[in-house]
């Protein structure tokens, strides 16, 4: 017993203050945005070289790589500007912890993004295709884990039960596939055939429909997991703080991509599906930020 006693007044104190606002604000919402952008264009580079590979020329392939470069370098930037000791970033490669998710994830981003830098060098300079086809096998299989691992960093956050490891790792590869098909329908639009352009719409409706079920299935039934989600999900029904958002990202990013390409298989009109690629892109962000802010609004004391 004195030896409990005197351990317990040995005790360090970690935390006494709560935690009064959002700690993960925009600058996460736009970290994960980006992310599902870069490593979705890739994916969707891979799958056009593997069904349409003659009409991928190598104008296409490094347009596409340069923008999902400015977008991996975009998420790292707001990664970085959301630490709270943004100097230190460094300890992470020379005095690595990789129990850490973030630790994981930040090597793999990094190396992600040096491959990609790269593949940009092969088309500007020397027109590789071989090569730059060969490594973009790779870096597809690395766009995986690190377009996942943010879910893995979510799920790790305690007493935030919206926020679980199956559902946002599913989540996580639809924005993926959603950001990515969408931003490859505005870049191919004068490489790419009707018929090419349809096939991409087809995976940004196919995702919208299937993150918005998702959506919903958390909506309507997420409260009887626990009564922390019940209170959580109350700031997105009826007259919550976040309702009016949490519709407007849902119509933007998924019903109304799903309605215009729905018109366009009738329609034909390119038009029509280069607006539904931009309004997925746009709602992504806000569905993402409601969706990170909600359940830090349920105070932890």
């Keep these: 017993m004195a030896h409990e006693m005197i351990a317990a007044t040995n005790a360090v104190v970690t935390?006494?203050?709560a935690l009064p606002e959002v700690f993960w604000g925009w600058y996460v919402t736009m970290n994960m945005w980006a992310k599902s952008i870069g490593t979705g264009l890739v994916f969707m580079l891979f799958l056009l070289l593997r069904r349409s590979p003659t009409e991928v020329n190598n104008t296409l392939k490094r347009n596409t790589m340069i923008v999902s470069f400015v977008f991996m370098n975009i998420f790292l930037l707001f990664t970085l500007a959301d630490l709270h000791q943004p100097l230190r970033m460094w300890h992470i490669f020379f005095y690595p912890h990789f129990t850490?998710?973030?630790?994981?994830?930040?090597?793999?981003?990094?190396v992600f993004v040096g491959l990609e830098s790269l593949?940009?060098?092969?088309?500007?300079?020397n027109k590789k295709t071989e090569l730059f086809d060969k490594t973009l096998f790779w870096v597809t299989l690395l766009a995986i884990p690190v377009t996942l691992y943010t879910a893995g960093i979510m799920a790790e956050a305690t007493?935030?039960?919206?926020?679980?490891?199956?559902?946002?790792a599913a989540q996580m590869v639809l924005a993926a596939t959603l950001s990515g098909s969408a931003v490859m329908i505005l870049l191919g639009k004068n490489f790419l055939s009707d018929k090419t352009q349809e096939f991409l719409g087809n995976i940004l409706g196919l995702s919208a429909l299937m993150a918005f079920i998702l959506y919903m299935s958390e909506y309507i039934f997420g409260a009887f997991k626990a009564e922390e989600v019940a209170?959580?999900?109350h700031y997105i029904k009826g007259d919550g703080e976040y309702a009016t958002m949490f519709w407007v990202g849902q119509w933007v990013a998924y019903i109304l991509p799903m309605l215009l390409i729905a018109l366009y298989k009738t329609s034909k009109n390119i038009s029509i599906l280069n607006l539904a690629a931009l309004l997925a892109i746009v709602g992504l962000w806000v569905v993402k930020h409601v969706w990170l802010v909600i359940p830090q609004l349920l105070p932890l004391s």
């Design 15 to 17: 935390l006494d203050v």
């Design 159 to 168: 007493a935030r039960e919206l926020w679980q490891m199956p559902t946002e």
């Design 100 to 110: 850490s998710a973030i630790t994981v994830g930040a090597w793999m981003a990094t």
């Design 119 to 125: 593949m940009i060098a092969m088309m500007i300079f």
């Design 231 to 233: 209170a959580v999900l």
